[in-house]
């Protein structure tokens, strides 16, 4: 009895290497498994860390690209600063340009304003030289026919005192000294008719030089009326 259980256990005890290298066999096919596996692992670990260096580095030029960009925006916001500040001043310049501008505007108006003022106040001054010069032409032009006039009538006495002195006067005198014949003639009827006749013949003739004596100073004033109008 005690050998039948020698030999069973002898019989378990040589089954077990077996499921022991069964058991190995299967545990070294794991690990296998597992080594490929982490061997994969490693390498997708190393191809993720040749991605991660390539990244950095393109990270780290891009961290470059940004830092250049960085420092050409500063310059740039340096030079669009200054632009603003250049602007700033223009803009000041030119609000000092359109006030002084304005100032001069308003004062080229009021020198309009004061031109046409002036304008009117020439026009008016000319007007009153026209309607001056004209009052003045119109008295030259008075004085020129008075002028005439006196001369005219200068003329005119002059003709009258010719007259008066010499045709006039004739018949006067003929008739005075007629007179005096008479008053102291001593002569016969027949003288004293031939007498009276010259005397009435005196008589008539200064009565025509008279008339045309009247006639001509009608005349003469008629002409002058005509010239004086």
Known sequence: MGQKINKEELITASKTPVFQNQDKEKRAAELIIANKKL?????????????????????????????????????????????????????????????????????????????????AELLFQNKEKEKRAEELLNALTELKRAEEYQREYIKGLEKVIFMTSHKVRQPIANILGLSQLLDLSKDSKLDIKQSLDYIKTSALSLDILTRELNMYIIELQQKAKKMLL
């Open 39 to 119: 061997n994969f692992q490693n390498q997708e670990r190393e191809d993720r860390a040749a991605e991660l260096f390539i990244a950095n580095i393109e990270l780290a030029y891009q961290n470059q690209e940004k830092e250049k960009r960085a420092a050409e925006l500063s310059i740039a916001n340096k030079e669009l600063a200054y632009q603003n500040l250049e602007k700033e001043k223009r803009a000041a310049e030119l609000i000092v340009a359109n006030v002084e501008l304005l100032f001069q505007n308003q004062e080229k108006q009021k020198r309009a304003e004061e031109l046409i003022i002036a304008n």
